[in-house]
């Protein structure tokens, strides 16, 4: 069993920054790709950004050159830094972690970005 949690969301002004954390608890060992999805009002949970164990990063096209996702291993923490935000990204970012073939989600935190 692998627990998250996240942390570091809130309400920012659109051309600011945030850092997501999302530490993980548990069975941490047996953690391979890590990664951070959004929902919005409306729409689906899209994959934002996904980092493996070795810290190979991959982004969705709509974040690529403002978001960057990394991983402390040795904290067992992976952040998601945002920056240069825009109001359509706008979302529940939720945390997940892959252990084998089984999928751990984070209760999620809340980001708005205004004008």
């Known amino acids: 069993q692998v627990q998250l949690v996240e942390s570091g969301g809130g309400l920012v002004q659109a051309g600011e920054s945030l850092r997501l954390s999302c530490r993980a608890s548990?069975?941490?060992?047996?953690?391979?790709?890590m990664g951070w999805y959004r929902q919005a009002p409306g729409k689906q949970r899209e994959l934002v950004a996904a980092i493996t164990r070795g810290g190979s990063p991959s982004y969705a096209d709509s974040v690529k050159g403002r978001f960057t996702i990394s991983r402390d291993n040795a904290k067992n923490t992976v952040y998601l830094q945002m920056n240069s935000l825009k109001l359509e990204d706008t979302a529940v970012y939720y945390c997940?972690?892959?252990?084998?073939?089984?999928?751990?989600w984070g209760q999620g935190t809340q980001v708005t970005v205004s004008s």
């Open positions: 548990g069975s941490t060992s047996s953690i391979n790709a």
């Open positions: 997940n972690a892959g252990v084998f073939v089984r999928q751990y």
